[in-house]
């Protein structure tokens, strides 16, 4: 059975860093992409990295290119966001998902068939 389990978001100062990981069971990384999306509340969710599964294939949001670094373990089955120069404007639930069969959008949440359950990320003074 597929599982997706975010962990490591919290509170965090403005200009601060935080790594979220994704820890993944039920299937292999190494044979799936894997995207990072965030929703605020009154939004919609938005697609912010994506890495396939060779690690050729990686695309950022504008909203956080050169700020933020997707990378994976494959031994731990496990894929991170890491997160610097926090602005407040990126609070809110970050989750990690798997690329579906029929994707053809890497930042389109339609495209990926399985979802973690979430972790607030805060970003406030």
């Known amino acids: 059975q597929v599982h997706l389990v975010e962990s490591g978001g919290g509170l965090v100062q403005p200009g601060g860093s935080l790594r979220l990981s994704c820890a993944a069971s039920g299937f292999a990384l190494g044979t799936y992409g894997l995207g990072w999306f965030r929703q605020a509340p009154g939004k919609e969710r938005e697609g912010l990295s994506y890495r396939g599964p060779g690690g050729v294939r990686v695309y950022y949001a504008d909203s956080v290119k050169g700020r933020f670094t997707i990378s994976k373990d494959n031994a731990k089955n496990t894929v991170y966001l890491q997160m610097s120069s926090l602005k407040p404007e990126d609070t809110a639930v970050y989750y990690c998902?798997?690329?579906?069969?029929?994707?053809?959008?890497?930042?389109?949440?339609?495209?990926?068939?399985?979802w973690g359950q979430g972790t607030q990320v805060t970003v406030s003074s």
């Open positions: 998902a798997r690329w579906g069969p029929t994707g053809r959008r890497w930042n389109d949440p339609l495209d990926y068939d399985y």
